[in-house]
């Protein structure tokens, strides 16, 4: 079990909009940046927010990241199938020094 | 082009070792940390190992540490992963990937190679 808690799987319907959360800590995302990463279907991941909130060049304008307090989101507007992967948020942890990845969560576009 | 592609993997038996190396291209590779990170079959990613630019700072995660070595060859821009004393839990595609300026943010990822330790 993660130290950051995502959701496992998420669904919504093309063009719709879908929010993942990743919950942590004090120690992780209360104090650190949160960076998240796409893994379409047998391929790497991929960088998709970095900073809590900014998009790497080439990355689509529909995706954004947030954080609040001890919680960080990603949300995808105008949602298309090629949408469908597994999301990652990833973050510094100051108690166990070191990288560590949410559970991910597996998006569905219906 | 940032270019990262990993060779090595393979079938080995529990307590085997195995090297892993990833061939960098398209930066300045003596220029930028490096990391491995590891996910197991149908699991979520693990971060493994870290190593900096001029190879002098390396970090283990706790299930690796004293059994897994990073290292690399800025002459020929080239990351290594030597692994021994292999155990079924290593089962995993390792991925080689470059650290942007604070160490930590993965920017750039190879396609993987498949580890699988089994008898």
């Known amino acids: 079990q993660s130290v950051l808690t995502q959701p496992p799987s998420v669904s919504e319907a093309p063009r719709q909009r879908v929010t993942i959360s990743c919950s942590g800590s004090?120690?992780?995302?209360?104090?650190?940046?949160v960076n998240w990463y796409q893994q379409i279907p047998g391929k790497a991941p991929k960088l998709l927010i970095y900073?809590?909130?900014l998009l790497p060049s080439g990355v689509s304008d529909r995706f954004s990241g947030s954080k609040s307090g001890t919680s960080a989101s990603l949300a995808i507007s105008g949602l298309q199938s090629e949408d469908e992967a597994d999301y990652y948020c990833?973050?510094?942890?100051?108690?166990?020094?070191?990288?560590?990845f949410g559970g991910g969560t597996k998006l569905t576009v219906l | 082009e940032v270019q990262l592609a990993e060779s090595g993997g393979g079938l080995v038996q529990p307590g085997g070792s195995l090297r892993l190396a990833c061939a960098a291209s398209?930066?300045?590779?003596?220029?930028?940390?490096m990391n491995w990170v590891r996910q197991a079959p149908g699991k979520g990613l693990e971060w493994v190992s870290y190593?900096?630019?001029?190879?002098?700072?390396?970090y283990y995660a706790a299930s690796v540490k004293g059994r897994f070595t990073i290292s690399r060859d800025n002459a020929k821009n080239s990351l290594y992963l030597q692994m021994n004393s292999l155990r079924a839990e290593d089962t995993a595609i390792y991925y080689c990937?470059?650290?942007?300026?604070?160490?930590?943010?993965?920017?750039?990822w190879g396609q993987g190679t498949l580890v699988t330790v089994s008898s």
């Open positions: 990937v470059r650290a942007g300026a604070d160490g930590i943010l993965f920017d750039y």
């Open positions: 398209g930066f300045t590779f003596s220029s930028y940390e």
């Open positions: 190593i900096n630019s001029g190879g002098s700072t390396i």
């Open positions: 004090s120690s992780n995302i209360g104090n650190n940046v």
């Open positions: 900073y809590d909130d």
């Open positions: 990833a973050v510094w942890d100051d108690r166990l020094n070191v990288v560590i």
